[in-house]
């Protein structure tokens, strides 16, 4: 998993792009993944993350 891969695919898709258990999962690593990250960069990712998953989730 990627962090770019799973974002694009989010930012592209109508409805959730992953069943439920894949989805819980990536809502747990991704703000582990960013930890690697300078800090105002990993803020704004888990900020889209989230945005897009909130998004996705109403739709």
């Not at 695919?9 to 582990?32: C, H, M, N, Y």
């Amino acid at each position: 998993m990627t962090l770019a891969r799973n974002g694009c695919t989010a930012r592209g898709a109508e409805t959730l792009p992953w069943d439920q258990d894949s989805a819980r999962l990536f809502r747990k690593i991704v703000p582990q993944m960013v930890l690697w990250l300078p800090e105002e960069e990993a803020a704004q990712l888990k900020f889209e993350f989230e945005a897009e998953m909130v998004r996705l989730k109403a739709a």
